[in-house]
């Protein structure tokens, strides 16, 4: 969608762009919008074309994981999902970036990536998150959490707080400019801060590319955990969480986002309940920790767990894929919604439900309850963390 960056480059705002796009036939998008795929029933490039089952063809599929982790607790779940699938050989994990604005959530990453024996998994931190749209109220309101603080209290990690940690899109433009080309997938769980202000980077020591050029070179595609399908609003005529928080973010990262995309919706993960086996492993768990927390170890909604899992095994049989088209997002005072609009040739599509939810929810957390493998000794023999820091897990 580089007419939208245009329009954007000659000062348009993100809110005139929805009023613009929405004024603008489907029917008389440019020829370079229409980049994809002719045929409506194909996959899109960059989606797997392995049969279910199968191993991937080549290798690891490379994740950057983009989570909130702050007021919900699938952020926990889905980082345990991706642990798993790196364990059994099907992810590589490049890098971890977090999008919500709250001191203890990077320490609290930390430290579920050092149980899984990890510690050293590069994280990235939000500059730049504002609640809301032409908010003047709270826009630098903080991300609240059940969990986060309690984690990064009483589990081993050595980011003291988020702050601490690099800027999330130049750590990303960095990951990424070290990757074969169409080689990496981007997945979010969270809020559209980090892509928004990756799409807007300018080159730097880690490439001469700007943003928009950079990701256009190196991903294969982006997991959305975010919006709602096919309708966006909900009866009240709220959007979905993850889009209407940072609004002005989303709609720059998903209507200039230069690779496919692929939408794991609202209503995707909210048929899906897992956690309560998570009191299965040991206390000394910080993802069992977290689901304590947060919600007494009960079972919550997986709606982040299902982009993890797409982006690394491809639809397989849990799922199919919508028809192409866009998914547009509309800004509006105080928070913004999204507008599914299908047009072949377009690079969006959004996941539909194959799999009965409960079987889906038992794949997810067979995945989130698997012990870490040994990692070189860095992991203890019943799969808790070290304790040579005296802080044993608690909770
Ligand atoms: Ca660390
Ligand atoms: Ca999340």
């Not at 826009?139 to 690099?166: I, Q």
């Not at 990496?184 to 928009?212: K, Y």
């Not at 096919?230 to 709609?251: H, L, Q, R």
């Not at 299902?306 to 509006?332: F, N, Q």
Request: glycine share 10%; aromatic share 8%.
């Amino acid at each position: 969608m580089r007419f939208l960056s245009q329009l954007a480059a000659v000062g348009l705002t993100a809110a005139s762009l929805c009023i613009v796009f929405l004024a603008w036939p489907v029917t008389v998008l440019p020829d370079a919008a229409r980049a994809g795929s002719p045929q409506p029933a194909a996959r899109p490039a960059g989606i797997s074309q392995a049969a279910p089952g199968a191993p991937p063809a080549s290798g690891p599929v490379r994740i950057i994981l983009d989570v909130d982790l702050a007021e919900d607790v699938d952020d926990a779940g889905a980082v345990a999902v991706l642990h798993a699938l790196a364990n059994r050989g099907e992810a590589e994990i490049l890098g971890m970036l977090v999008s919500s604005k709250n001191e203890s959530v990077v320490p609290a990453l930390d430290a579920i990536n050092t149980w899984y024996g990890r510690p050293d998994i590069p994280i990235g931190y939000q500059r730049g998150h504002v609640y809301g749209y032409r908010n003047t109220k709270d826009p630098d309101r903080e991300t609240p959490s059940r969990y986060a603080g309690a984690l990064a209290e009483a589990f081993p990690h050595d980011v003291k707080r988020s702050s601490d940690a690099p800027d999330a899109a130049t750590l990303c433009r960095k990951l990424l400019a070290a990757q074969p080309d169409a080689s990496v997938t981007i997945v979010t769980t969270g809020f559209l801060t980090n892509l928004r202000e990756l799409l807007d980077s300018r080159p730097d020591e880690a490439s001469p590319l700007d943003g928009e050029a950079l990701v256009k070179q190196k991903v294969k595609q982006w997991v959305c955990m975010g919006g709602k399908f096919p309708d966006g609003k909900f009866p009240d005529g709220g959007g979905e969480y993850n889009v209407m928080w940072d609004t002005a973010a989303s709609v720059r990262a998903i209507n200039d986002w230069p690779t496919p995309v692929v939408f794991s919706g609202f209503e995707i993960g909210n048929r899906v309940k897992v956690g309560s086996r998570l009191r299965d492993t040991p206390p000394s768990n910080p993802v069992r920790a977290a689901y304590q927390h947060y919600n007494q170890l009960q079972d919550r909604e997986a709606w982040d767990q299902t982009a993890v899992l797409y982006a690394v095994r491809g639809a397989r049989d849990y799922w199919t894929l919508s028809e192409p088209g866009l998914c547009l997002m509309h800004a509006r005072v105080t928070h913004g919604y999204n507008q599914w609009v299908p047009s072949p040739g377009l690079r969006h599509r959004y996941l539909i439900e194959a799999m009965a939810p409960a079987a889906l929810g038992k794949v997810i957390e067979d995945l989130m309850i698997e012990p870490p493998h040994g990692q070189g000794g860095k992991v203890t023999k019943d799969g808790g963390p070290r304790t040579d820091t005296g802080e044993g897990g608690r909770d």
